[in-house]
């Protein structure tokens, strides 16, 4: 007969799981816990006394006319919020543990903020969608923050921002640890975009992707067997700066040759402004696109050049899937067909050696670029990724 500690045990595992998958059915449970049929019965059964899971419609339709039975956690058990650091806004969220969004909002703010100022303007939104939400302050258990550049986890101090240069070296945990008095969870861009499409997206159940983001410039998320890879010093995945020609000019980051200097936005916009005069945005330059030759041929060079940085990665990590993200996806199709072709064409196992279910796939992501900053987010303290900082 299990005792009270073993019961507590498997109830933790079970919610730990429930926070990672949102929705799961007891033998999914079962499953990925390693715990016997029995022990997740009962520990369900005293959850659902607390409050704390609740059953669920989910899934298909079985013969007898009802989905089979799934849980979730309740927003008893609590909720977390997150902030992105936009360029010139912030994005709030709040969610509960069972992935439900409670409450979004984006507040202009001066390109010049400081992050005192996100702080205080983040505790004051997030206070109020605890209201709206009829939760107390005290079921905030977590904030994330998607913050533009590589973030040491450590301590989650800001390495480089080319978007904010001026908050290099800043330190995320002083700054919002003391606003919200909850755990701060901290992560780039690219990393939480990959956690939304596993979480809510296309890369769900996924256990080995890449999220490529095209973008101003270009960078990745990477997750191996389930989990988010951030690097000692937070820098993995920073693939727009893999130097693909050694000779070229020089980058931003200070390193010649970049990927990001060929296939950025910055470059094809350069170029685009060189040949065609004006200057133009990426929706701007989609609309443009069918009709302009010229702007054809430098997208369509962009998009060889991430297809064959995308090669580079790839030989590394032979993923079962790539996520295409980033404003560049405005292209469209023949933007998207031409960096596939290119990635195919460079990569070591060509599609046709293989059969289908061992090529890597390449789709688009399932969510826009800033909605899927902002639920990566928020997912990082639903998920518990990375480090508490």
Sequence with gaps: MQDWADYAEAERRIVGELRQHGVASAAELTRLTGLSKATVSASLKHLRQDGLVED????????????????RLTATAGACGSVVLAPDSLVLTLADL????????????????????????TRGELLHMIGQAEMTPDM??????????????ENGTILRSSIKPQWANENLKQTFVHALDCPVFADNESNCSALAE??????????NFIYYKLDYGVGAGIVIDGKLVSGIAGGAGEVGHISINRNGDICRCGNRGCLELF????????????????????DEAAALLPTVPTLQRIVLDGADAAGFG????????????????????AFGQPYRDALVHAFEDSTLIKPQLVDKQFRTRVVEAALPDLKGIALGAVS??????????
């Design 56 to 71: 669920v419609e989910f899934g298909a339709v079985t013969g007898r006319g009802r989905p089979p039975k799934h849980v």
């Design 98 to 121: 069972g992935h439900r969004i409670l409450g979004e909002k984006e507040v202009p703010i001066d390109e010049g903020y400081s992050l005192a100022e996100a702080a205080e303007i």
């Design 140 to 153: 905030l258990i977590g904030l994330g923050i998607a913050a533009p550049g590589p973030v040491l986890p």
């Design 198 to 207: 596993m979480t809510w997206g296309v890369a769900k159940g996924v256990r």
């Design 263 to 282: 296939a950025g936005w910055a470059n094809i916009s350069r170029q685009a402004s060189h040949l065609l005069g004006g200057s133009f945005d990426i």
């Design 310 to 329: 995308l090669s580079l990665i790839a030989a590394t990590l032979n993923p079962e899937l790539v996520v295409l993200g980033g404003r560049q996806q």
């Design 380 to 389: 990082l303290p639903i998920r518990g990724v990375g480090r508490v900082l």
